[in-house]
């Protein structure tokens, strides 16, 4: 009888759950128009998709059948509350759909790495909608955190009649769940495996923390199955990585192509599965011979017989202290500038001239359409930088 009682007792509070969540999904419908269904919402995680949705309704202004895509900042506890752990290294670029493969740099927020394929960003008021749902798991609802960011940059977009696209940082925390449940959420065009953290000198580490190796190989042709790239990126904040001369840079760039790209090896991590390209994420150690690395990665690019991506995640102090000279070979698809954890350069009430003029040195240094602009999704994503989203799309947008 107790047994009977806790499990009737359950399913009406599930019950009264997604009466909430069809309650929050008819006001947005409400306010934007749009029609999209709530499917797949799992009855046992009600009580965290309650808890997600309205916060982040409320903090996107749509609480209450509110027209206004912008609303308050995200709360800094809510990804707490959440119990998930947001990475610095979570940021978005927006940019043109232009179909020659070619970006020009629109928005803010992930760091980024868009893709060749014609997807866009849905527009801000359906990008809502299905973020409430499709039902995320609860690793998955913490990107809630993210996009609320992300949607009043799209806003901004959406309405001059432009698109996006997101790239995400995947391989740091197991709460984030597997490659492929990323892949399937439709929400990113470029998903970078992080980090390979050790490098030159012949020794090598990839590290993905709480994850299985064995998994990811499957996940990436999933992921490359819905036109979604995939790439490595290398180095980090943490880890030992440096290129002592140019046969060392050879010898990375062979590990890189026989292990992850087109190459073979006995020793491949995730088996026949063929990365997209590599992400030069450098931090630490010297800053010479990732110019020879480039190049050597453009020649395999030569031999394979798909393209193989070459991008950079750089801070906002023009030229970059660790790839300026890798840049200045003109090898890399896309550049996404950290605008955060520099207070030089970052956008702030009293430093708006220096922000805007390092953007501007960047884009005039750079093809235009190669500049991507970055900055933290949520207030933990880094350690300073973040900008609130009605700021970002009233003060900062317009610059860049």
């Excluded at 509110?66 to 509350?81: E, H, I, L, M, N």
């Excluded at 492929?180 to 959420?185: M, Q, T, V």
């Excluded at 954890?341 to 390092?358: E, H, I, K, M, P």
């Amino acid at each position: 009888m107790v047994n009977e009682a806790l499990f009737r007792k359950r399913r009406r509070v599930n019950h009264e759950h997604r009466l909430f969540i069809e309650k929050e999904i008819a006001l947005a419908k409400k306010s934007f128009g749009t029609t999209i269904k709530a499917t797949n919402i799992p009855q046992d995680e009600a009580g965290q998709i309650e808890m997600a949705i309205r916060e982040s309704l409320k903090d996107v202004g749509l609480q209450g059948g509110s027209t206004s895509p912008f609303g308050r900042a995200v709360k800094s506890s809510y990804d707490s509350r959440l119990k998930t752990t947001t990475s610095h290294t979570l940021i978005t670029s927006i940019g043109d759909n232009k179909p020659s493969g070619s970006y020009k740099s629109l928005t803010p927020e992930d760091e980024s790495h868009a893709s060749t394929n014609t997807r866009t960003l849905v527009k801000v008021q359906k990008q809502v909608v299905s973020l409430v749902a499709m039902g995320k798991t609860a690793a998955l609802l913490a990107l809630v955190v993210t996009f609320c960011v992300l949607l009043s940059s799209v806003g901004t977009v959406a309405a001059a009649g432009k698109t996006g696209r997101i790239t995400v940082y995947w391989g740091q925390t197991a709460s984030e769940g597997s490659l492929r449940k990323a892949c399937e959420s439709n929400l990113y065009s470029t998903v970078i495996v992080s980090f390979l953290t050790n490098f030159g000198g012949g020794k090598y580490k990839l590290n993905l923390t709480g994850h299985s190796w064995s998994a990811v190989g499957p996940d990436v042709k999933y992921c490359q199955s819905k036109d979604i790239l995939v790439l490595l990126a290398i180095g980090g904040g943490i880890g030992k990585y440096s290129l002592a001369s140019k046969a060392d840079a050879k010898a990375v760039a062979d590990h890189l192509w026989d292990l992850y790209l087109g190459g073979r090896s006995k020793s491949r991590p995730f088996g026949n599965a063929v990365l997209d390209g590599i992400d030069f994420d450098i931090e630490l150690g010297s800053n010479k011979h990732y110019d020879d690395l480039a190049r050597y990665l453009k020649d395999y690019r030569k031999k394979g017989k798909k393209k193989v991506w070459i991008t950079a995640a750089l801070q906002c102090p023009f030229p970059d202290r660790m790839l300026g000279e890798a840049l200045r070979t003109g090898l890399f698809d896309r550049v996404h500038v950290q605008f955060y954890n520099n207070r030089v350069c970052s956008y702030r009430a009293g430093n708006v001239a220096a922000f805007t003029q390092a953007w501007n040195k960047w884009t005039s240094s750079l093809p235009r359409s190669s500049v991507y602009f970055g900055m933290p999704a949520a207030p933990r994503a880094a350690g300073s930088g973040y900008v609130k989203p009605a700021t970002l799309t009233s003060m900062v947008l317009p610059i860049v």
